[in-house]
Structure formats: C-alpha cells, structure tokens
C-alpha cells in the first residue's frame, strides 16, 4: 500500500495568518491525490482534487500544488472556520490511502 | 442535490452480527461507485472497499477482505456494509460515499453521508 506522511501532525495559526501542510507519499501517486477538511463530528469535505483542481464552491484561499511524492495544502487569509483537521488521500494506486491528518488549531 | 443517507447509530455486543445501509439520492445511482470507509475514534480514515451498482462489481482493501461484506440493491438505490460476527475493534464512526466522477474509480470523494456510529461492547 502507499503510505501517506503528513506533516506537521498540529499547527498551531491565528487568523489571518498562511499555512502549509505537506504530504509524502511512499512512491509515486502522479497527480492523483486529494485534500479533504474534517470538523469534529462531521464527515470530511473534499478541497482539492488531482492535486491542484479546486473543488466547486472551496473558497481560493485553498490551493493545492504538487506531484509525484510531494503535495502541499496551503491556506492564506486563514478564517475561524478553518480551524479543523485536514487529510489528504491518494487514489492512484488501490487500496486508496489516507494520511494520517493534519490537525490546525487556533494559537 | 446528491445526498447519501446512511441508517442510525448501533449499539451491538460482540458475536452478534450487523448491516448497515447507505441510500443515494439526487443522481443516477448505478453510475457511481459507492465507497465505505472506517473512522476509529480519535484517528483517520481508512478504505474499507467501494462498489458499482451498475455491475455489482465490488472490491475490497485487502485489510478489510473476509471481515465486511459490501451489496447493493439497485431497486432502492442502497448499498449495504455487513458484518457477520462483529468485534469490540469494530467500534467506530462508518461512512458511505460516492467519487465524484461517473463510472471511474480514478476520482476524488466529492459527497459523503453523515456517519453511522457503531458501537460494539466485549
């Protein structure tokens, strides 16, 4: 299976603030991996598709970038309802794998 | 509006056996795949397997393989998570699912139901 490091597991942002998450695959995912925003007691809510493809009705302050092994999730402008843990996915190869999350907190 | 509309929370003891449901809503039911997924408490996500009512074609994440059993029934637009003798390790929140894109299984989880919780006590 392809393992999927995340990286940092918490971070801490206040408002306003940029942040970058970054995931590593294990080998290769090529451009197939996805970014999805949970909130306690929900279920996660798809970001980011293909690596880069913004998800209708995500706001731009959401963008995703990368291929290969290495992905990163940035925020700008960080609003307080960002404040979730976040996880990305790979759906080259099955079984499909998930990170192990991101946690961002308010500082 | 696609909407998947998963069955109520279980409280159940070990041995006993358990089917969950999962109702699609909103799109052409047999042209997407259906997902399921684990979430264990306080951790993430793992794929459990995913099928397509189309054909019934079903398959599993080998880890998941012999413990879960994955149906559909197209007439009704539900697919179905079944355990035959459930574990004090199968406590967790189970989701449905559907890719985003029709037919492909080369495709993000754009919609997700909202969780059944199982709860299984030894």
């Known amino acids: 299976d392809i393992q999927l490091t995340q990286s940092p597991s918490t971070l801490s942002a206040s408002v306003g603030d940029r942040v970058a998450f970054t995931c590593r695959a294990s080998?290769?995912?090529?451009?197939?991996v996805a970014w999805y925003q949970q909130k306690p007691g929900k279920a996660p809510k798809l970001l980011i598709y293909e690596a880069s493809h913004l998800e209708d009705e995500v706001p731009s302050r959401f963008s995703g970038s990368g291929g290969g092994t290495e992905f990163t999730l940035t925020i700008s402008n960080l609003q307080p309802e960002d404040f979730a843990t976040y996880y990305c996915?790979?759906?080259?190869?099955?079984?499909?794998?998930f990170g192990l999350g991101t946690k961002l907190d308010i500082k | 509006e696609v909407q998947l509309v998963q069955s109520g929370a279980e409280v159940k003891k070990s041995g006993e056996s358990l089917q969950i449901s999962c109702r699609g809503s909103g799109y052409t039911f047999s042209n997407y795949w259906t997902v399921w997924l684990r979430q264990m408490p306080g951790k993430g996500l793992e794929w459990m397997g995913m099928?397509?009512?189309?054909?019934?074609?079903?398959r599993y994440n080998p880890s998941f393989q012999g413990q879960v059993t994955i149906s559909v029934d197209k007439s009704i637009s539900t697919t179905y998570l079944k355990w035959g003798s459930l574990k004090a390790s199968d406590t967790a929140m189970y989701y449905c699912?559907?890719?985003?894109?029709?037919?492909?299984?080369?495709?993000?989880?754009?919609?997700w139901g909202q969780g059944t919780l199982v709860i299984v006590s030894s």
């Open positions: 996915q790979q759906y080259d190869t099955y079984p499909y794998t």
């Open positions: 080998q290769s995912s090529g451009r197939w």
């Open positions: 099928i397509y009512p189309g054909d019934s074609d079903t």
């Open positions: 699912a559907r890719f985003s894109k029709l037919v492909t299984t080369m495709s993000a989880v754009g919609y």
